[in-house]
């Protein structure tokens, strides 16, 4: 059986959401706000929030910053991955990671299928590891970051899912969500 197990204890990540765009700004970002609101919704601690352009040393840099800080357990990045020319959030993040989860980016895509039809190839959604950090890559859309969030994350970043999540993977919690 697979879900949420209520009798188990829920442990709060420290989640930081980074936007990924020439065109938006603090005011104008939804998509990052509504992943800084789904998160902390769902008692997650919202660690840290960021716009940067699209250029792949800025993602590079605010992406390390990040993995460095010990209060920052998962990235969560909206913006970049399409086809247009400037979007590099791939090229970017890619050659930092340990290791890649390949899972990830076929599950978005079985969901997003059910939003927005075969429209979905035109995202290269994908999630990673740099060090023990998890990083999600998320299009920009407001749509695509509910399909994620509320249809994938929510449930895989939660330590009472079960048979596992991602939470028991993220170090401080490895003895405790086994």
């Not at 910053?65 to 791939?90: K, L």
């Not at 993040?93 to 979905?120: A, K, N, W, Y």
Request: proline content about 4%; charged content about 25%.
């Amino acid at each position: 059986m697979y879900g949420i197990d209520e009798n188990r204890t829920f442990y709060p990540l420290g989640i930081a959401v980074l936007t990924i765009s020439d065109t938006r700004t603090a005011e104008t970002d939804s998509s990052g706000a509504l992943l800084c609101a789904r998160l902390q919704d769902a008692g997650h601690r919202l660690a840290g929030q960021a716009l940067v352009k699209d250029n792949v040393d800025g993602i590079r840099d605010q992406v390390r910053t990040w993995v460095d800080d010990p209060e920052i357990d998962v990235i969560i990045a909206t913006g970049g991955t399409g086809f247009a020319p400037r979007d590099v959030t791939p090229e970017a993040v890619r050659p930092l990671f340990r290791r890649e989860m390949d899972g990830f980016s076929v599950l978005f895509h079985q969901v997003s299928l059910t939003t927005i039809g075969v429209s979905t190839l035109q995202s290269r959604a994908f999630a990673g590891q740099i060090d023990d950090t998890f990083i999600f890559c998320l299009p920009g859309s407001n749509g695509a970051c509910r399909d994620g969030w509320d249809r994938i994350l929510v449930l895989e970043l939660d330590s009472r899912y079960r048979p596992c999540s991602l939470a028991g993977q993220i170090p401080r919690l490895r003895e405790v969500c086994a």
